[in-house]
């Protein structure tokens, strides 16, 4: 099994540390587009209208300029830099040493910048959304998508996917239909079933905490993973076709 993750929009810099070998990361074979997509960013966020182009308020201004000096930043692994509402529900860091060597393997992180990167990968903190378009490189989701079909292919053959990542990042990759679950989260009330946003981030961290804390075996399958996932949830499978994946429905009610 492995888990499908997005990026956190925010992350939390290193605050010591010797900067990333981009050549040390997972997916090696990424490292020359990794180089490229650094190279392009370090220039757009040094330039007057870096905030327009990233697609980012006055806020975050330190944030784009630390875009610019990445290859001396400080880095940690990745489930330090990305924080917020998903990996806060995670809770990587009150997890069992078993259970961080488990999320370690099983969790792999879709990014604009690095394409895509382990839970033990460092990195440094930074800002860059898979939506932003690139100056010679065009939109990062479709820069990347072959890329990571050809890095990912073997390493995921074989596996469950369970894909949390949000429609920004699953066009970046679309893996094996057969062997994806997407996870999908509503609220119920009345009858009235809801897509929800804030909710979705923290159930889908809850589930990837559930999955890697449970006892007994990894899902291997779809309807291993719904009874996995019913443990927690009231939940539902719907069956995917040849173009489309599985999708499990969690359904949060009042």
Same mark, same amino acid.
């Given at each position: ?73 400080? $880095? ?39 394409? $895509? ?35 990912? $292919? ?23 239909? $057969? ?76």
């Amino acid at each position: 099994m492995l888990i499908l993750l997005p990026p956190s929009e925010g992350k939390t810099p290193a605050k010591t540390g010797t900067p990333a070998n981009l050549s040390e990361l997972s997916f090696p074979e990424l490292t020359g587009a990794r180089q490229d997509v650094a190279r392009a960013l370090a220039a757009v966020s040094s330039q007057e209208d870096a905030l327009t182009q990233l697609g980012v308020g006055a806020s975050l201004h330190q944030e784009v300029h630390r875009n610019t000096r990445l290859a001396d930043e400080p $880095a940690a692994p990745a489930h330090s830099i990305y924080t917020g509402v998903l990996f806060d529900a995670l809770g990587y860091h009150g997890m069992t040493a078993t259970q961080k060597r488990k999320a370690d393997s099983a969790v792999v992180v879709v990014s604009g910048l690095w394409g $895509a990167v382990g839970f033990a990968d460092r990195i440094p903190a930074y800002r860059l959304s898979m939506s932003v378009g690139l100056p010679g490189l065009g939109k990062l989701a479709s820069f990347w998508k072959p890329k990571l079909a050809a890095a990912l $292919a073997a390493y995921t053959e074989g596996q469950l996917l369970v894909d949390c990542r949000s429609s920004t990042y699953g066009a970046a990759w679309v893996p094996d239909p $057969a062997r994806t679950v997407a996870v999908n989260v509503f609220t119920e009330r009345d009858g009235v079933r809801k897509v929800v946003s804030h909710f979705a981030k923290h159930t889908r961290g809850e589930l990837a905490r559930h999955l890697l804390t449970r006892r007994g075996k990894a899902p291997e399958t779809p309807e291993q993973l719904r009874r996995a996932a019913a443990e927690k949830w009231t939940v539902e499978l719907v069956p995917g076709t040849a173009r489309k994946a599985h999708a499990l429905n969690i359904i949060l009610t009042d």
